[in-house]
């Protein structure tokens, strides 16, 4: 009984969270946008802060442009970007797997929530598909407990993932990368093919 109402506990806190987010948009005049294009000076704007931080992992404008097409959240206020978010599409032969990748929140706002927020965004719109999330910052790792992925060891995943995570530069160390993925995919992860 305790553990269902820590639960149930857990899930209002969470709901909180995301609610104070929500309204702190509102308050502040912000607004999140998913796109599915964008400017060039934009991209390059998002590649060169990609190689500059080492919180993120250097993508490429080219890459920007790839998982574009998948979409990505624009954080808003007025017309500056203040935080952005991406999902990248890898397939693993016939399935296709979303990863979120390339989050950043401007330092003034990222007391706010506003990371959890666009993550649940993304997680949200791919909640039918495969998603994982790849990243070594303890923020990112709470925020993905707090969305309900789970975290996952490479021996848990099937041979075809792992081998492909390799081919496409995604293997990481998991003394510094933690992997975690939604419900859909914490089905399959072993057995897919």
Excluded at 38 to 61: C, E, G, H, N, W
Excluded at 165 to 178: A, F, H, Q, T, V
Aim: with cysteine.
């Amino acid at each position: 009984m305790e553990s269902v109402c820590n639960l149930e506990s857990l899930e209002t806190s969470i709901k909180n969270m995301i609610e104070k987010a929500e309204d702190y948009l509102v308050s502040e005049n912000l607004n999140i946008e998913l796109v599915y294009d964008a400017p060039i000076a934009l991209l390059q704007t998002i590649s060169d802060r990609s190689k500059a931080l080492p919180s993120l992992y250097f993508t490429s404008v080219e890459m920007l442009q790839q998982r574009l097409q998948n979409g990505c959240y624009l954080l808003k206020k007025d017309d500056e970007v203040v935080g952005h978010i991406f999902a990248h599409k890898h397939m693993i032969n016939e399935h296709a797997i979303y990863e979120r990748a390339s989050l950043w929140v401007k330092k003034e706002y990222r007391t706010y929530n506003l990371g959890l927020l666009l993550m649940k965004r993304l997680t949200d719109l791919y909640k039918n598909n495969f998603v994982i999330s790849i990243a070594s910052e303890p923020i990112v790792h709470n925020n993905n407990e707090l969305l309900g992925m789970k975290f996952i060891t490479l021996s848990k995943m099937s041979n075809v993932l792992v081998t492909t995570l390799e081919k496409i530069g995604k293997l990481r160390d998991e003394l510094k990368y933690k992997y975690y993925v939604n419900p859909c995919l914490e089905l399959e992860i072993g057995e897919l093919q």
